[in-house]
């Protein structure tokens, strides 16, 4: 069984990118995490990361092929993107909506997610712990 996790933009800059938000981890350290974790719920982790929104698009109707499940990090397209939206909408796989930092307790244009809607949940603000718990929610919803 697979499950996509998904990064969308600037989340290749972890490690260097606002550390105080964000943490030391490298997106790399949370990606070995997720192997890790994924192993022991039988999930093979596909980790993939881009700064394109339609690339995240394409990868949303892959997995709807491929995954039993998707874990995304929308990045700042979880505030402003119909078109990732939509993309969850159109598979039916399962999608969990991951954010490292607790986006409620930032500024308010963090407030809102556009694709929350159309996805199983939302997890936030556990630090990169986030795509854990979330792997653990798709364990859970696809047994
Ligand atoms: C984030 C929160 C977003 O608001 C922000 O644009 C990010 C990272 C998080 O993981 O905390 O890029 O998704």
New binding site residues.
Partial sequence: KTVFVLN????NMLGKREPG??GGKTLKDIENDCVTAGSSHGFAIDFRQSNHEGMLVDWLHEADEKAVGVAI????Y??TSVALHDAIRAISVPVIE????N?HA?EAF?HHSMIAPACKGVI?GFGPT?YILALHALKNITD
């Fill in positions: 969308g933009p600037n989340l938000i964000y990090n929308a990045g700042a979880t505030h991951v954010h490292i930092s986006v930032r963090r936030c986030s």
